[in-house]
């Protein structure tokens, strides 16, 4: 098991920017990737940007491209999202995820560590 801790998530403006942190402990391998999802409430969690660890492979769902980049720093067992750019309907809870594999897929299901997720709010 890997644990997960996200932070940086706040009140911002539309237009504006905010990154987003995920520090993984414990169990870690360089097979892992990394993803962020996110979800407002009544709904499933959404693909936001999935990462690997140590492939330099990356992913972004359809609403975030062009906007938000995922990144990682290895040495620090972190990864990062930096969003730009931000929409009110940016607004959820963004959520840190892992799976041990190099393969970055979108549903939920099949990631298996989660962080406690951070609220970002996006204002008009």
């Known amino acids: 098991q890997v644990q997960l801790v996200e932070s940086g998530g706040g009140l911002v403006q539309a237009g504006g920017s905010l990154r987003l942190s995920c520090a993984a402990s414990?169990?870690?391998?360089?097979?892992?990737?990394m993803a962020w999802f996110r979800q407002t409430p009544g709904k499933e969690r959404e693909f936001v940007a999935g990462?690997?660890?140590?492939?330099?492979?990356?992913n972004y769902g359809d609403s975030v491209k062009d906007r938000f980049v995922i990144s990682r720093d290895n040495a620090k067992n972190t990864v990062y999202l930096e969003m730009n750019n931000l929409k009110p309907e940016d607004t959820a809870v963004y959520y840190c995820?892992?799976?041990?594999?190099?393969?970055?897929?979108?549903?939920?299901?099949?990631?298996?560590?989660w962080g406690q997720g951070t609220q970002v709010t996006v204002y008009s």
């Open positions: 995820a892992a799976r041990p594999s190099v393969v970055i897929v979108t549903a939920a299901q099949d990631w298996d560590s």
């Open positions: 414990g169990r870690t391998s360089s097979s892992v990737s």
């Open positions: 990462i690997n660890w140590s492939g330099g492979v990356w």
